[in-house]
């Protein structure tokens, strides 16, 4: 699907473009890879690791609508995975993640929109279901942004969908690292919020593979979810530093004690496959008559019960401490 397409991945330098970009250049042939990002240090990095005569690298913010439209000149498939990400900065720090949250995946849409991309997928967070803090508020904003950009074009229009997962094992930010890091330093205790706080928990491949899947799957207006385990966060400091105690320090602003990824309020727009489940739109679309309940790939889902939550403190699926170390590793976390 993706040998000699032009592609381009907006935040490209963070961890996942990383992951994304090493995973498309050793699987396919792409004419452009492109990544499209703000930090020039990050870039030059990034282009002493991946420097194949595909690979393009581009300076520019995704709150500038123009730059966005110069790139995705010729361009076929784009992911959107820039973002400002941590929960307390953007508590203290309202505007500026509204801007390129809310307002960049605005800029991405038109983008796409002028260049006639032909799908996108941007990428969501557990933190956009029912959203308690202003990151999770702005990319539920964005997600719905995405889903309604399908009704913006005519026929034969760009087809935008969005993913939605959880924590991901040792990306920049996360616990994990912040972890190993006491940890290499001799901490005599881990802090932890809240001995009862759970998350969802994906590796950085099970992510990028998650992603490249569902561009085969979409039809535009989907949000997709993954089945993946939940982890106590007790669990994981016991699992990597046995015998080392862990301190209390309360839940940083706009933390939730669990994650939810399909909200009991959308049951009645969730469709559940084999290993994922799919939020449908809320809004009809006039270009687009689908049933989502076959996906492009033939794969077939039903419609889950009413009042059905996808929850990580209520998932069916977690992993022990011993099962804890093993997925780290396997994640090169």
């Known amino acids: 699907m993706f040998n000699d397409k032009s592609i381009l991945v907006t935040g490209g330098t963070g961890s996942f473009g990383k992951m994304y970009v090493k995973t498309i250049l050793s699987r396919y042939k792409p004419r452009r890879l492109i990544v499209y990002s703000r930090d020039e240090l990050k870039q030059y990095e990034m282009q002493q690791v991946?420097?194949?005569?595909?690979?393009?690298?581009?300076?520019?913010?995704?709150?500038?609508?123009?730059?966005?439209?110069?790139a995705m000149n010729g361009v076929d498939f784009v992911i959107h995975a820039a973002a400002l990400k941590q929960v307390p900065a953007a508590e203290y720090n309202p505007m500026e993640c509204i801007k390129t949250n809310i307002y960049g995946a605005e800029n991405v849409i038109h983008?796409?929109?002028?260049?006639?991309?032909?799908?996108?997928?941007?990428?969501?967070?557990?933190?956009?279901?029912?959203?308690?803090?202003?990151?999770?508020?702005?990319?539920?904003?964005?997600?719905?942004?995405?889903?309604a950009a399908n009704n913006m074009g005519g026929a034969n229009s760009t087809a935008f969908s969005v993913v939605r997962y959880g924590n991901v094992v040792g990306s920049r930010g996360s616990v994990v690292p912040f972890f190993r890091k006491l940890i290499a330093e001799g901490a005599g205790a881990l802090p932890i919020t809240d001995p009862r706080m759970t998350r969802f928990w994906i590796t950085l491949q099970q992510g990028v593979d998650f992603v490249l899947r569902n561009f085969q799957r979409m039809y535009g207006g989907e949000i997709f979810v993954p089945k993946i385990p939940s982890v106590r966060i007790a669990d994981l400091a016991a699992a990597m530093a046995p015998g080392v105690p862990t301190t209390v320090v309360g839940i940083r602003p706009g933390e939730k004690l669990h994650e939810i990824m399909c909200p009991a309020d959308d049951s009645h727009l969730t469709i559940e496959f084999k290993d994922h489940y799919?939020?449908?739109?809320?809004?009809?679309?006039?270009?687009?008559?689908?049933?989502?309940?076959?996906?492009?790939?033939?794969?077939?889902?039903?419609?889950?019960?009413?009042?059905?939550?996808?929850?990580?403190?209520?998932?069916?699926?977690?992993?022990?401490?011993?099962?804890?170390?093993?997925?780290?590793?396997?994640?090169?976390a």
């Not at 991946?50 to 110069?70: E, H, K, P, T, W």
């Not at 403190?313 to 590793?329: K, Q, R, V, Y």
């Open 50 to 70: 991946f420097n194949q005569s595909c690979m393009r690298y581009f300076i520019g913010d995704v709150r500038d609508r123009q730059r966005l439209v110069q």
């Open 278 to 332: 799919v939020l449908t739109p809320t809004i009809r679309f006039s270009n687009l008559d689908v049933d989502y309940k076959v996906n492009w790939l033939g794969e077939e889902g039903h419609p889950v019960a009413q009042g059905f939550e996808y929850n990580s403190g209520t998932n069916p699926w977690f992993l022990s401490p011993e099962e804890i170390t093993a997925f780290n590793d396997a994640a090169g």
């Open 111 to 147: 983008a796409a929109l002028e260049r006639g991309v032909q799908k996108v997928i941007a990428l969501s967070t557990d933190k956009a279901a029912n959203p308690i803090n202003l990151y999770g508020a702005t990319k539920l904003a964005s997600d719905k942004l995405f889903v």
